[in-house]
């Protein structure tokens, strides 16, 4: 018997000592796969750039866990580009330069992200953007991709499902007119193009088309503008600081429309929810995610968990389903293409993600011949019922409802816009 208990133990130090070896084994070690990007984590991206740093970190927290990228350890090298445009090619310069990172990625949004391609190119490195609208149309880079599910036809179908809408309620409010309001950046022009494809296809007769600086401030004289033609719906492509500044003029003015309002960006984010609160009420824009129960792709409420933990007390977004599971998932796809080639060789790493479908947080991700997406997957929402600036009044996705695609559909549209409650 005390020879048995001797053989029993012996098994288990083996057993332990087999493990403990493991883990030191696949404990990443040697120097660091470096990973490069500029991020908009001051300036009036900041509101969503933060929210996607954060998901990137927790993403570099989870990979080193599980043994690194090709057993090395993984380092984010990242600079705040401060949301302008003209830092953004001195940035990915020092990146590629300087630092001599292995791997890039854009930062967050179009408007900073079309400057960083041609320094990519030129460096010829594989390089994916994170909500970058149609970077790649000029370049036809063969090593772009982009993590921004708008499929092929990217500038036509980020408001396909609000001309839809306008389509379908045609008759019934007389529908005739529209009026135009853009932002003159990258992201709100391109977005513009292909409203002026859809609209045409409604049938609709454009009263009023402007662009607006980006550094406009005061609001009212354009919503004024609007109003003085008249417009049956209003349609605007506008970035987060000027959505805000908008909504609010639309409110304070009493905008009398019969639809509203587009491809707004910001609303979708948290903290402009809770400053905004009723006053969204009756606003048709779109969205890339929420937590409806077809949406919750496996991994993706987990990973929401940890990075609202974390968010806690940090003044990024405090629930990130905007933007932070998109950012977590551009460098799981990233992080594939290493592993699977066994290699940080550019050309493998692009003809990896071009040829492979990649099961990640925000679901099936695989991409075209652009590097867009092969087939849309975004939604069109309205903003309703909305009563106070409550957090918990926009958890888990209340507030929104998906209007469009039907397989995401979750109510019907509160029309007029002039009559929503505010």
């Not at 008759?171 to 992201?187: F, H, S």
């Not at 929420?290 to 806690?312: C, D, I, N, S, W």
């Not at 099936?364 to 997406?373: S, T």
């Amino acid at each position: 018997m005390f020879r048995g208990l001797i053989r029993a133990f012996a098994a288990v130090a083996t057993i332990m000592l087999v493990a403990s070896a493991a883990a030191v084994a696949e404990a990443p070690s040697g120097p660091p796969i470096t990973i490069g990007f500029s991020m908009p984590l001051t300036g009036g991206l900041a509101v969503n750039g933060t929210s996607g740093l954060l998901a990137m970190q927790i993403w570099a927290e989870d990979t080193n866990q599980k043994g690194g990228l090709l057993g090395r350890p993984v380092k984010l090298v990242y600079y705040d580009d401060q949301t302008n445009p003209s830092l953004v090619p001195g940035i990915y310069t020092k990146l590629l330069d300087v630092d001599k990172v292995d791997l890039v990625v854009s930062a967050y949004g179009t408007n900073v992200t079309a400057p960083a391609l041609p320094v990519v190119i030129q460096h010829n490195k594989t390089f994916i953007g994170l909500f970058a609208m149609d970077v790649n149309e000029e370049f036809r880079y063969p090593k772009c991709f982009s993590m921004l599910p708008v499929g092929p036809d990217p500038r036509a179908a980020i408001s396909e499902g609000f001309f839809e809408i306008v389509k379908a309620h045609k008759e019934k409010l007389g529908l005739k007119t529209i009026a135009l309001a853009v932002d003159d950046g990258e992201a709100t022009r391109n977005t513009a193009d292909g409203a002026r494809i859809n609209l045409k296809k409604a049938g609709l007769d454009v009263v009023y088309d402007k662009t607006y600086p980006p550094t406009t401030t005061d609001f009212t004289p354009i919503i004024r503008a609007i109003q003085a033609k008249n417009p049956d719906i209003v349609y605007i492509a506008s970035y987060p600081p000027d959505s805000v500044g908008l909504i609010r003029a639309m409110h304070e003015l009493g905008l009398n429309t019969k639809v509203c309002c587009g491809t707004m960006t910001g609303p979708q984010s948290t903290s402009i929810k809770t400053s905004l609160g009723p006053m969204l009420n009756g606003i048709i824009t779109f969205d890339f995610w929420l937590p409806a129960p077809k949406l919750r792709f496996p991994g993706v409420m987990e990973f929401l968990q940890r990075y609202q933990q974390q968010a806690a007390g940090k003044g990024v977004d405090p629930l990130g389903y905007y933007l932070a599971p998109w950012a977590y998932a551009d460098l799981q796809v990233q992080g594939e293409a290493v592993e699977e080639t066994k290699s940080l060789d550019q050309d493998k790493i692009a003809d990896y993600i071009r040829s492979h479908t990649f099961k990640t947080v925000i679901g099936d991700v695989e991409f075209g011949e652009k590097g867009e997406w092969k087939q849309a997957r975004l939604m069109t929402v309205q903003f309703q019922n909305i009563t106070s600036t409550n957090l918990d009044d926009f958890r888990d996705g209340k507030g929104e409802v998906v209007l469009w695609p039907e397989q995401y559909k979750a109510g019907e549209p509160i029309l007029p816009y002039s009559a929503v409650k505010h």
